[in-house]
């Protein structure tokens, strides 16, 4: 009892400190929950095999997991996709068009959420056996154009980087080391993989205009070697936030830092960040972003 009611002080806490982007319909609710009703997910169904892969019937989708990982979070994950959405809010949707970057795309069930709005993905995804499904899930979209797979993770700088992998769930294998420590259970395995930011690939890419990133506590380092991106293209941003306890916090600051003009709000109880390229407003008397033109070095004055 003590527990749950320290955790909603600190819930509360936390959101009094983002009082204008917190949602605040999403606190209160989590607060006011008894957590008695378990809402029913979809249970992954083996229809075949081939290749070290299986083919599930996830809810409404069939899609490729490797037989090796435990595929009990699939139901998760479609209901967080496809149900809830958690990914998208307000101006922050995926539109027809886009160029989605998908950051820890795992087996490429968003992938396919966007690939089936009519955007196109680029996604990443750093564990070998899940790239080996996202080929097979995205093999029709990649031969159509309509998407590419990077085997890397993304972070701050180019270098050789450990990833622990924990199959009872993969979707949780971390690159980052305080995320680890966090967790009741260890790792299954460890092996090193490529990282390198996302802003050394532009000359590569397609302007980026949506950005998911869930990496498991590794979102501050992508988005640090992502800042080039968000000033030059300014992407739509869908953000985990929950994988360390700051996060909120400190993911909206590296947001800010990048580009100060992006409106943030905060979807659940702080679970996930969404973020989009609010507009200039002319620099004058009462100006509502004279903090952020003074962080850029600006005059005050409006120029004609």
């Not at 982007?21 to 081939?50: C, F, N, T, Y």
């Not at 797979?149 to 992998?165: D, N, S, V, W």
């Not at 003009?261 to 507009?279: D, M, N, P, Q």
Request: aromatic letters at 10%; charged letters at 30%.
């Amino acid at each position: 009892m003590w527990e749950k009611l320290a955790w909603r002080a600190e819930l509360i806490w936390k959101a009094a400190r983002l009082y204008r982007e917190a949602d605040w319909v999403g606190v209160i609710k989590e607060i006011l929950s008894s957590h008695r009703i378990q809402k029913r997910l979809p249970k992954p169904m083996l229809l075949d095999s081939e290749g070290g892969l299986g083919l599930y019937r996830v809810g409404e989708r069939e899609i490729y997991f490797p037989l090796e990982f435990d595929p009990a979070f699939l139901g998760f994950i479609y209901d967080e996709v496809f149900v809830r959405r958690v990914y998208e809010h307000g101006e922050c949707q995926v539109r027809p068009g886009d160029w989605v970057v998908d950051a820890g795309a795992c087996e490429g069930l968003f992938s396919l959420y966007a690939l089936e709005k009519g955007a196109n993905v680029l996604a990443f995804e750093p564990v070998p056996q899940l790239v080996h499904a996202l080929e097979k899930n995205l093999d029709p979209f990649v031969r159509a154009g309509r998407a590419q797979i990077y085997p890397l993770a993304l972070g701050r700088q180019k270098e050789e980087k450990t990833i622990h992998i924990f199959r009872s769930n993969v979707a949780g294998s971390t690159l980052s080391e305080e995320a680890l420590r966090t967790r009741e259970e260890g790792p299954s395995s460890s092996f090193v993989v490529l990282v390198a930011p996302l802003d050394s690939l532009l000359s590569s890419l397609p302007p980026v205009s949506f950005l998911k990133a869930d990496v498991e506590g590794y979102e501050r380092e992508l988005l640090i070697g992502a800042r080039e991106t968000l000033r030059r293209f300014r992407p739509r941003l869908s953000i985990c936030t929950y994988h360390r306890p700051d996060d909120p916090l400190m993911i909206r600051k590296l947001i800010k830092d990048s580009w100060p003009f992006y409106r943030i709000k905060f979807k659940g109880v702080l679970t996930h960040l969404c973020a989009w390229a609010g507009e200039r407003r002319a620099f004058g008397k009462g100006d509502v972003n004279a903090g952020a033109r003074s962080r850029l070095g600006l005059n005050s004055r409006a120029r004609p």
